[in-house]
């Protein structure tokens, strides 16, 4: 007697791009509304679908934020892979990464998404391991992206300023992020951040200089 095994077929291209609306919008309007306001019948309306075509792909709320979480993930993986030179040159690359995550702080929808994510996290149980989840990817990006600047530094050290990297970066949100009112006399901040950065990637023991 023969078993049959039933596989999930893979997306076609017309799902894929479904898909993508989908996680896009939904990450448009949780950081635009916030995720108490956020449904999935709110979502299909702004996709243009029937509902429970939506549901045929995140048949719950919690499902799909995961799936918007990843996918904001992904964004930063291919901007990570579209900033590296041809030619390839590790202090370009880390320049122009550090600088866009810098610079996406000033975009409504990224300040927003990121505010939604934490005070969620902060509520939530299963949010605050998809956040830990995503951090700790992008901690490894940023500690990837530092190795070839110091190849005396091993990996616990580069993950250690990988993570207070991204810390300082986000915490710039605070002063310079979408809608904040920009600190008096701070001058070009954004360079001072970055200088900083390359400190920590390329120093042996950037406190004590």
Known sequence: MKTSITTKKPDTP??????????????????????????????????????KTLQYYYPT??????????????????????????TYNPEVHFDRYVNYLINTEKDQTTAGFFYQLWDRAHRDEHAKKIMHEMYDKHTDHLAELMAPLNENLDKKTLKQRAVILAALIDGMMLFIGYGK???????????EVLKLAKKLASSEDFLDE
């Open 61 to 86: 709320k919690e499902g799909l934020l995961q799936s918007v979480l990843e996918y904001a993930d992904s964004l930063y993986v291919r901007t990570y892979e579209e900033l590296r030179p041809k």
């Open 181 to 191: 009112q920009r600190p008096k006399n701070i001058g070009n901040i954004e360079k």
């Open 14 to 51: 017309k799902s894929q791009e479904k898909k993508t609306a989908i996680l896009e919008a939904t990450r448009v309007m949780l950081a635009e509304e916030g995720y108490a306001e956020l449904s999935l019948r709110k979502v299909a309306s702004k996709v243009g679908i029937h509902l």
